[in-house]
């Protein structure tokens, strides 16, 4: 999935947007995340890019033809209310804008540009989803998180023998994916606390999932295989996902056909997409696979083993918490480069039946785990099914989600002293059930 | 979802278009199914009714005004390319249009009517997907099928212990549904058929599921629930569905998350929606639960346990068979109200959580069967895994499917010497893998 470095890569590149320039922000000029935004309910959504605390108004630069460059097709895709249709064209006019934009918004192109150029705060703008998303497929490729969970589920086998074969994910629900900010209601269900008579009431055992999804570019059609080589072609881009989990409705009704109302009430995405371009410095070998692994087959061997070297992080904060004015507790911190499956290999996996993906598809990793306690991505794992809970800085425990609660996942890539490229945050609070 | 009867189910109406007054035919003027059809391959899209082995231009009698009865907000709904926005309306609006429709068809009203009414022979006609599934949704609703299937890939324990207190399923595909009549590549996909070391590969245990699918009308919000009580209001119709299947793809993949890439190459439904309106006359109390079973929870509680008396057929035809003019081959036959979960319960079940469903949803109820050997709804159970294969008319022998096999699914109510009210065919001939 690496792609190559540009001169929109170069780490001294600034933008006359200064609050770009802040090392400490997601949204440097060497970033240009896309996402969709309003600024009144009742108006039509927007196509816009990030830039430090700023959004691009990208229709507006359509319609004002100051993307040299981009041809015509991608301009009229720009002018769209979701990215579907920019996302179906592919890479060489991905690039195309990217490096238009970037000039639009370059510190040595201030005097020609700016007066062309529409930036509105963020705080004043509503996000919406980037895309409509057709279908979301969930993964499991985080070796530790499928141990962890595998080893409370069933004991005897943690780990199923098809694991290190082949990546194994299922169907989500794609009409309940909200765009981060959305409150979570905790949902309802039919439970069987203790393995006798089942009940239906409130969720008891609320989880967030962290996780990364990518979003579909170009597709391929009824039939047709996406070869692992050529996956990249076909990603857009990265967001950060929350697949809210039930517990306690995941444990009595998951067998034998696996999750379904009990991830299906809400999963939540970040609304910016850090385009694939925008994370080529950021790849690293893959240690995820040992020699003693099975060997993959063909259709998934990657033609280099890399992983993303993506910070994860989790924080929580408390209705109390927030009342009394302190931070949010950071609550678990990991890296996406220690994922035993990799982007291009769910994709290869996903389509190796003929499955059709379209523009705008999410296809999220599962949970992202890593070897330690403070790197396990979702409380099932954290507070070992809640024999281990935390304390926060309210003084109050946790062992899962609580009423008023607000999960916040950030990610980050930050190698080599280069600009920080932030995924932006995803975030929740929970409202008691209904 | 019992509705009223009212004159538009009178047994006694007939036609003026002939063909309709048909007893065997699936399609007289008590039935009047939506479809989306095209005459030519890059036309718009429009909606008709099937009536006898004519379609109804249902957006010309909309152009024309000739449906005296219907809001204005119908007819906009009726001159649309996909049913969606007409499904959204509601029982009122679709009531009324059931009989405007009825009543420009029935013999009584030749006169006036004939000449505003634009009818197409079926055979010229291309039916589309009645509808933009945004989220399809698979149940496992037979108690027979579960306890077959079960007792095949987990001989301990057939039936897990949720079954009979709620009704399990999962989320499908919903990219590649396609409709009636359109080719099925066979899957390539990891096999491991020793239990030693996986292969990629055509599947070799290639399988149809025979199932009766609902298309949701008007949606729930997300966080809100439909009451059992009330789901009839939230559904639209009924279509066949026929969810291929590899067996050996999914006997390798399916643990611990469920069916992935054993089903997503395809799904194929019906063109033809049977309205919950059509369907009124043939609902039979349910005999699927016995005293012995565990208590319902309230949730799950329909007013009345109902089933619906729908004969469901499987049949089947080689490439040979079609070559010497032999006629297909009756594989399977059995009845809906079989079904140990009901319609209503599936709604309330999957909605309990808050999870919100949209105009143009489809549940299928998956694999229907019956008790006896003969009403298996899919190759898995009817050969016994393969163990008990039957002969063709052609001499051939079947475990699983083909290439080149013929699968078609027919279902049709006729209680009480009521005109037939077919749900038309579902149809699909298998591809060799490429």
Redesign the interface.
């Known amino acids: 999935m690496r792609l190559p470095l540009d001169q929109t890569h170069d780490p001294e590149r600034r933008s006359w947007v200064e609050s770009a320039n802040d090392p400490a922000g997601d949204f440097p000029i060497q970033n240009l995340p896309f996402g969709v935004f309003r600024l009144e309910e009742h108006e039509q959504p927007r196509i816009g890019v990030a830039i430090g605390d700023r959004i691009l108004d990208v229709r507006r630069c359509a319609e004002r033809k100051v993307l040299p460059g981009v041809l015509s097709q991608a301009i009229q895709a720009l002018a769209a209310p979701t990215l579907n249709d920019f996302m179906a064209l592919g890479r060489p006019q991905w690039s195309a804008a990217r490096l238009a934009i970037g000039n639009l918004l370059d510190v040595r192109f201030v005097n020609d540009c700016k007066p062309h150029v529409t930036l509105i705060p963020m705080k004043d703008a509503q996000m919406l989803l980037p895309a409509t998303i ?2 979301y ?1 969930d993964f ?1 490729a985080s070796i530790h998180h499928a141990t962890n969970v ?1 080893s409370m ?2 004991p005897d086998q943690p780990l ?1 023998p ?1 694991y290190k ?2 990546p ?9 994916i ?1 765009v981060s900010g959305t409150p979570v ?1 905790r ?4 439970i ?1 606390p203790d393995d006798a ?4 009431g409130p969720t008891r055992l609320l989880d967030y999932e962290l996780e990364v999804g990518l979003l579909v570019g170009p597709g391929n059609g ?2 047709q ?1 996406i070869p692992v080589a050529q996956a990249a072609e076909h990603v857009f881009g990265l967001v950060l996902v929350n697949d809210w989990s ?1 517990r306690d ?1 995941q444990k ?11 991830k ?3 999963t939540t995405t970040s609304p910016w997409v850090v385009t694939l371009e925008a994370l080529a410095p950021f790849w690293v070998p893959s240690m995820a696979r040992s020699v003693d692994d ?1 060997p993959l ?3 998934l061997k990657p033609p280099e083993p890399l992983g993303l070297d993506l910070t994860l992080e989790v924080s929580l904060s408390s209705e109390g918490m927030r009342k009394q004015g302190m931070a949010p507790m950071t609550v678990s911190r990991g890296s996406f480069a220690d994922m035993f499956w990799t982007l291009d290999q769910l994709l290869a ?2 389509t ?7 523009p705008g ?1 999410l296809l999220a990793s599962g949970t992202v785990s890593g070897p330690t306690e403070d790197s396990r991505g979702c409380l099932l794992e954290r507070t070992w099914r809640g024999t281990r809970p935390f304390a926060l800085t309210d003084g109050t425990e946790r062992r899962f989600l609580q009423d008023g609660d607000e999960v916040t996942l950030t990610g980050w890539a930050s190698l080599g002293g280069r600009p920080r490229i932030g995924l932006g945050r995803c975030t929740g609070i929970i409202q008691p059930a ?1």
Not at 187 to 190: A, D, E, I, N, S
Not at 197 to 200: A, K
Not at 352 to 358: F, I, K, P, Q
């Open positions: 057709g279908d497929t499991y595998g589920f069933r199923m098809n074969h082949l194994v994910g299922y169907h989500g629900r794609a009409s309940s909200v209601i949902p309802m269900g039919q069987n008579v089942p009940i239906f009824l039939g295989r039930a409705v009595w009704e998951y067998q034998p056909l696996g999750p379904f109302n009990a299906n009430f809400a099975p087959l063909d259709y996996h996903h190796s039946t003929g499955c059709n993906l379209r598809d209904r």
